[in-house]
C-alpha cells in the first residue's frame, strides 16, 4: 500500500487487535531533527600564564566545568533520543483501527486522557497541544506492548536498515554483465 505521497505504508496488527499504518521517515528529515538539537559546547577554561596572562584550554577530565559538560552531554543524549523517538513516531503512524471499526483514525478517541497512573506518579498531564497529545495517545494509549512497539519501530525506521549481502546480489544482478572477471 502506497500513502498520497508514494511512500510504502505498512499495517502491523498490534496484540490489542488494532491495525496501526505506519509509514518510514524519511532520512534527511531526521537530520533536520538533529540539526535543530545544539550540541553543548566543550568547555575551555583559562589557564594563568607565567606572563602574568592567561590562556584558554580545553578542560581536563577532572575539572568541574568537564564534569558540567558530561552532565549536559548526558541530557543532550537523552533529548536527542527523546525528539527522534517522537518525530519517527508522528511522522511514522499515519493511522490505526481498532478492533470493530471499519474507520482508520490519525487522530486519538474522543476525551482520551493519560492513564491516572502517569498523572499521579509522574506528574504527566494529558497536553492541549494537539502534535503532543497525539503522541501522548499514540505512546500511552496505543503500544501498549513492547512486541508492538518493536514493529512500529520496524516499520517507522525501514530506510535505515542496512542491506543483506544477498539483497545486494539480488538488487544489482540486472547490470550483472556476465564476465567472470568481473564480480559483483
Not at 1 to 15: A, F, H, R, Y
Request: hydrophobic letters at 30%; glycine letters at 6%; aromatic letters at 10%.
Amino acid at each position: 500500500m502506497q500513502s498520497k505521497d508514494g511512500s510504502l505504508i505498512v499495517e502491523i496488527t498490534l496484540s490489542t487487535g488494532t491495525v496501526v499504518r505506519c509509514q518510514p521517515c524519511p532520512p534527511y528529515a531526521l537530520g533536520d531533527v538533529l540539526d535543530s538539537l545544539e550540541e553543548p559546547p566543550y568547555p575551555f577554561v583559562d589557564v594563568p600564564s607565567i606572563a602574568g596572562g592567561s590562556q584558554s584550554h580545553p578542560a581536563l577530565r577532572e575539572t568541574p566545568e568537564f564534569q558540567q559538560y558530561v552532565r549536559d552531554m548526558a541530557k543532550h543524549n537523552k533529548q536527542v533520543k527523546i525528539e527522534l523517538e517522537s518525530f519517527a513516531l508522528q511522522h511514522g503512524v499515519v493511522s490505526w483501527k481498532f478492533p470493530g471499526s471499519d474507520e482508520f483514525s490519525s487522530e486519538p478517541p474522543d476525551g482520551w486522557q493519560m492513564p491516572p497512573y502517569m498523572v499521579q506518579r509522574h506528574g504527566l498531564e494529558t497536553s492541549s497541544d494537539p502534535y503532543e497529545y497525539r503522541m501522548q495517545f499514540i505512546k500511552h494509549g496505543l503500544i501498549l506492548y513492547s512486541e508492538d512497539s518493536i514493529a512500529i519501530e520496524e516499520a517507522t525506521s525501514k530506510p535505515f536498515k542496512p542491506l543483506s549481502n544477498e539483497e545486494v546480489t539480488s538488487a544489482m544482478s540486472p547490470f550483472d554483465s556476465g564476465d567472470p572477471k568481473v564480480q559483483l
